[in-house]
């Protein structure tokens, strides 16, 4: 075969090009650290990469969500656990207003009882990053509705009514949200119910509790005729055993308040496993996601120096190719 | 007698030995000229001469300019130049698309629509948060203007192929009236001078192989020496005549498609033809103008325009069939407000026009998340919008990272042929350039022998002429 000078520089020039286009790769690859540098890289590797990148950033969203929602978990723990605790508190005050040594101090009790009613609406009323806990999807005071005779913008509030025969305080609490359940997506697939509704606090209409409290009240704090109890007013028995009954009652909404209390916890712990799972495929996946898509830095970068001697190397020999000619050495 | 035909000899020697040098010296200073082909000459001895009754040579002249040039290799060079300049097009503009995609990335499309997405998901955690809520619409402003810059890169590297189709064309127009011009000067210098007529021949192969970069051709040779050009069994050039090429765009008016496509005018009665070339720059820029980059394609070929517009679509629709039946954290009902995410809300959404509705804009709290009117803690929108990400009914039966993901998979596969078919088509280039090269290439060292040959031909010729004139001076002072 005859050796021209284009078929000598034409084949150096193409594979001087490549060794340098090889080692300019190598160099990306190791400064970045990724294999895949380019859409024409590893095309069978693309959507894989993509997908799993993906799905690790949707996991990692749901993780937020979960913590996020943990906290409220807990933020209604609290609550009911105080609330619960102030029932039991008015239990207690219940019975002690049976009891002969306290009867001269039933007006005291009534408004120690009252002053109890008061907490409970307020810890009714609680809100987590501003939103209230346990008004349904009623959720901020502009969605009440204006026509209730409320007075604030919270969803459980207080009443001072007129006095009547079956109600002598004329208190009454009413409740502005609603009982609609607040749904959650915590994974790709499944979504849970959050909150914890008025009427499974506070029984029907999320005011039941608070009638059975201001029944209690009443009859501590008023006489049959409507005046308020002195110091030589006692409870009749007919009245003892209508304290009894209410008595009862409260316990049985405490009972209930402490069945939803770890209902509540049970719900933490549960989305504090699924957490967990999620944060433990996210390993798994980034790890997965790596193999695909990180570079070998050893094998890259004994490839890199592999392409540094070769251009060296290439460069030396391009200085030979272009040799002399015959006509070098014609005097 | 003998000493004038000595000298007759020597001066036929010494014009062939002088052509020789000529030819080698012509070789040596074209040895870097692209598409030269080597010459030689070859000499043969001249008729010869009865002298004493015996036949003697006359001496030599040049017989034949020898050129090397191989219409086989030409060919498959050329076929192979179209391929290779297919290839570098394709993958250029591969390169431009992926640099507009700006993928493989951690912040891509793909990416910036899941965040937009997970937002609604968080925000069902706390749907009456005005900052969530102004969060979710700087996610869908950042979103939007990624869908509008995607798309409006894609067009502008369309609008990038349709200008350099029109440079084609004319750089194609061009080249047919030169070569049309050569096959002219072939025929007239074919009855003068062989020389002339193939350093025209070489001339006319290296504008057959400019034009071979274009679009693949056919070349047929008539016997007077000129070239007939085929393009896809269209005649572009038939011997002395010429035809002129046009780009021309059509516009479908039901679809709106635009299509480029060549036009032959024929010379002698303006009568036009499409040419559809296979290969070559020309044909590539014409693929991804009628078809890669062409957001209305309807050949059902892979369209990255096109699918982008619809997974753009698909989200808009898909989150504006639920957001307008949804109420705003202020809304009392008892209807929905009809309010939309994303504008247009009409029709079909094409990536380069979604936008943030007007309705929504600067109101976070009005963004419809809740499914009831007065129930800002309802999140029934939010959450039937964050599972748009799981949803495989989203577009045909995958969810949008999954539509995506394989969407950038076809990229990928597209731009992975692109440089592997270079690579090929180079590879098979060199080769066949190589293997030319050693026919018709210039060697300096076999240039510097011949040099040498025909110099000391040239000298001995010299002597030849001397002899022979001291052989006449003898005889004429035979007399003195």
């Known amino acids: ?331 | 007698m003998a000493g004038f035909y000595s000298l007759e000899i020597g001066k036929r020697a010494l014009l062939a030995q002088r052509f020789g040098i000529d030819i080698t010296s012509n070789n040596i200073s074209n040895v870097n000229t692209p598409g030269y082909s080597r010459r030689t000459s070859i000499l043969t001895e001249t008729d010869p001469s009865k002298s004493q009754n015996q036949y003697i040579g006359t001496g030599t002249k040049v017989a034949l300019l020898q050129n090397f040039r191989s219409e086989l290799l030409d060919k498959e060079v050329r076929t192979a130049n179209s391929q290779v300049r297919s290839m570098q097009i394709e993958q250029d503009l591969y390169q431009k698309i992926d640099a507009v995609l700006a993928e493989p990335s951690e912040n891509g499309l793909n990416e910036l629509t899941n965040k937009f997405l997970s937002t609604f998901n968080n925000l069902a955690l706390i749907p009456d948060d005005i900052a969530q809520r102004q969060f979710l619409l700087e996610q869908a402003h950042t979103l939007a203007e990624r869908f509008n810059s995607t798309a409006n890169g894609l067009s502008e590297i369309r609008n990038d192929t349709k200008f350099s189709l029109n440079q084609q064309i004319q750089n194609a127009n061009k080249l047919i009236q030169e070569i049309v011009e050569l096959n002219k000067s072939i025929v007239n210098s074919k009855a003068q001078t062989n020389s002339e007529a193939q350093t025209l021949v070489d001339k006319r192969a290296t504008k057959l192989e400019e034009l071979s970069n274009l679009f693949g051709i056919n070349v047929s040779y008539n016997e007077d020496g000129t070239a007939n050009v085929f393009v896809n069994g269209t005649n572009i050039i038939t011997s002395q005549v010429g035809s002129f090429l046009k780009l021309n765009e059509s516009v479908n008016n039901a679809t709106g498609e635009k299509t480029l496509e060549i036009l032959k005018i024929n010379p002698e009665n303006q009568s036009t033809t499409i040419i559809t070339p296979q290969s070559g720059e020309i044909a590539t820029n014409l693929k991804f103008y009628n078809i890669v980059l062409d957001d209305k394609e309807s050949s059902n070929s892979f369209s990255i325009a096109k699918q982008l517009d619809e997974f753009a679509n698909a989200l808009v629709q898909s989150i504006n069939s639920k957001t307008i039946t949804g109420y705003g954290i202020n809304d009392k009902g008892p209807q929905p407000p009809g309010r939309t995410f994303f504008e247009p809300n009409i029709g079909y959404v094409s990536a380069s026009l979604i936008k943030v509705s007007k309705d929504i804009e600067d109101k976070p709290e009005d963004i419809p998340l809740s499914s009831k009117p007065a129930e800002p803690g309802n999140n029934d929108i939010a959450r039937a919008i964050g599972r748009i990400l799981e949803d495989r009914s989203f577009l045909d039966g995958q969810n949008p990272s999954e539509f995506y993901a394989n969407f950038l998979g076809k990229v990928s596969y597209a731009t992975s042929e692109a440089i592997n078919g270079l690579n090929t088509s180079k590879l098979i280039q060199s080769q066949l350039e190589t293997q030319r090269e050693s026919l018709i290439g210039v060697n300096l060292d076999e240039e510097a022998i011949s040099l040498i040959k025909f110099q000391k031909a040239f000298e001995a010729a010299s002597r030849v002429i001397n002899t022979a004139n001291e052989m006449l001076n003898t005889i004429i002072n035979l007399g003195r």
């Open chain 1, 1 to 331: 075969m005859r050796v021209t000078q284009f078929s000598v520089i034409n084949p150096y020039k193409q594979n001087l090009e490549e060794v340098q286009n090889r080692r300019f790769k190598n160099q990306i690859k190791m400064s970045t650290g990724k294999e895949i540098i380019g859409l024409g890289d590893a095309p069978e590797k693309i959507p894989d990469v993509k997908k799993i990148s993906a799905l690790i950033q949707q996991n990692e969203d749901y993780l937020r969500i979960l913590d996020d929602q943990i906290g409220q978990f807990q933020q209604t723990e609290n609550y009911l656990q105080a609330i619960s605790d102030k029932m039991e508190k008015i239990r207690q005050l219940a019975i002690d207003g049976t009891q002969v040594g306290n009867m001269g101090n039933l007006s005291v009790l009534g408004n120690y009882i009252k002053g109890i009613i008061t907490d409970i609406i307020r810890d009714a009323n609680a809100d987590y990053n501003g939103s209230f806990l346990f008004a349904g999807t009623k959720t901020k005071s502009q969605s009440f509705d204006p026509n209730l005779p409320n007075s604030n913008d919270m969803p459980f509030e207080l009443i001072e009514g007129e006095s009547t025969a079956q109600n002598r305080s004329g208190l009454s609490v009413i409740f502005k949200g609603n009982q609609e359940a607040r749904i959650l997506n915590k994974d790709q697939k499944t979504s849970e119910k959050v909150n914890t509704t008025a009427d499974e606090i506070f029984g029907e209409n999320g005011t039941e509790v608070f009638s059975a409290l201001i029944d209690l009240y009443n009859l501590v704090m008023f006489n049959e005729d409507g005046t308020t109890r002195g110091p030589n007013d006692v409870l009749r028995v007919d009245e003892v055993e209508k304290l009894n009954k209410i008595q009862e009652k409260i316990a049985s909404f405490s009972y209930k308040i402490n069945q939803i209390t770890s209902r509540n916890g049970g719900r933490a712990n549960r989305f504090q496993i699924l957490r967990d799972q999620i944060y433990e495929e996210n390993n798994r996946l980034k790890e997965f996601l790596s193999q695909k898509n990180d570079a070998d830095i050893a094998k890259t970068a004994l490839e890199l120096s592999k392409d540094e001697y070769a251009l060296q190397y290439s460069l030396q020999v391009g200085g030979r190719i272009l040799q002399n000619s015959l006509f070098d050495f014609l005097k």
